[in-house]
């Protein structure tokens, strides 16, 4: 069974960072590309950034290029999403899914507040 | 960056009735479109994938269909358990990146 489960959320202030993780079983990891994907309560969802199964493809949304680097451990089925320079506006649910969507994790709230 | 428009933003029907959302894409992405459901408090799941393909153990009261700018989604017969919001994703490859539609509120009259 695919499992998806995501940590690292938490209480940040503005211009802080934080480091998320996604723990990934129940399939080969290192075939699958991985998003991260948000969503700020009672909004939409909004994708945030992609990666490759290798690693050498990477892409981030306008909204938090610059501020927010993805990246994956194939030896220990992980994904991580490092955010820097947050801000209010990043508030959210960050969800970590496989290939483009098929499955998703239970999410981990990131909250941007002084 | 392409856009994504999806509607009716919200939308009202009976169990039984016939409900369809429509989804159009600012440019051509021939077939690269998902559907999501999201229950309050849940993730989404994946539904349609690639337009019109079921993905195993969804049922088969949920459709969609179309190719390039204009895609529809459709729930043949309304059930209660289908009250959710829904949200199209058009995902391409060159570069990635994965926009979605503004999401569809279903309730039931």
């Known amino acids: 069974e695919v499992q998806l489960v995501e940590s690292g959320g938490g209480l940040v202030q503005p211009g802080g960072a934080l480091r998320l993780s996604c723990a990934a079983s129940?399939?080969?990891?290192?075939?699958?590309?991985m998003n991260w994907v948000r969503q700020a309560q009672g909004k939409g969802l909004e994708w945030v950034s992609f990666?490759?199964?290798?690693?050498?493809?990477?892409h981030y949304a306008d909204s938090v290029k610059g501020r927010f680097t993805i990246s994956r451990d194939n030896a220990k089925n992980s994904l991580f999403l490092q955010m820097n320079s947050l801000r209010a506006e990043d508030t959210a649910i960050y969800y970590c899914t496989r290939d483009w969507n098929d499955h998703w994790g239970q999410g981990t709230l990131v909250l941007v507040s002084s | 960056d392409i856009q994504m428009t999806q509607s009716p933003s919200s939308l009202s029907a009976s169990v039984g009735d016939r409900v369809t959302i429509t989804c159009q894409a600012s440019?051509?992405?021939?077939?690269?479109l998902n559907w999501y459901q999201q229950k309050p408090g849940k993730a989404p799941k994946l539904l349609i994938y690639?337009?019109?393909n079921l993905k195993v153990g969804v049922p088969s009261r949920f459709s969609g269909s179309g190719s390039g700018t204009e895609f529809t989604f459709t729930i043949s017969s309304l059930q209660p358990e289908d009250i959710a919001t829904y949200y199209c994703q058009q995902y391409d490859n060159l570069p990635p990146q994965g926009t979605f539609g503004q999401g569809t509120r279903l309730d039931i009259k």
């Open positions: 690639d337009a019109s």
């Open positions: 129940g399939f080969t990891f290192s075939s699958y590309e």
């Open positions: 440019q051509d992405i021939k077939i690269y």
């Open positions: 990666i490759s199964g290798s690693g050498s493809v990477i």
